[in-house]
Nanobody, 114 residues
Framework: QVQLVESGGGLVQPGGSLRLSCAASGIIFSINIMGWYRQGPGKERELVALISRNGQTTYADSVKGRFTISRNNANAVSLQTDSLKPEDTAVYYC?????????WGKGILVTVSS
């Protein structure tokens, strides 16, 4: 089992920045890919960014050039969000994948508003 805890969300003005962090505990040696998804108001959950164990990254087109995912070690991942837009408002979920399972954090709210 893997447990994920997100932190760093909050209210920010358009154009601002936030750094989201996710810490994993449990059987962390089995994690291959970590990443972030989000679910905006009235929308389905969508991929934001992924990072593999070897550092390969994937980004949604909507966040390319504005968000940066980094994996600090085997059990932590961060998402630097810059140039935030109102449409980035969502609950952001940390995700971790092993060969056989996927795990989710409880989510953290990011609100972009003036």
């Amino acid at each position: 089992q893997v447990q994920l805890v997100e932190s760093g969300g909050g209210l920010v003005q358009p154009g601002g920045s936030l750094r989201l962090s996710c810490a994993a505990s449990g059987i962390i040696f089995s994690i291959n890919i970590m990443g972030w998804y989000r679910q905006g108001p009235g929308k389905e959950r969508e991929l934001v960014a992924l990072i593999s164990r070897n550092g390969q990254t994937t980004y949604a087109d909507s966040v390319k050039g504005r968000f940066t995912i980094s994996r600090n070690n085997a059990n932590a991942v961060s998402l630097q969000t810059d140039s935030l837009k109102p449409e980035d408002t969502a609950v952001y979920y940390c995700n971790a994948r092993t060969l056989s399972n996927g795990y989710w954090g409880k989510g953290i709210l990011v609100t972009v508003s003036s």
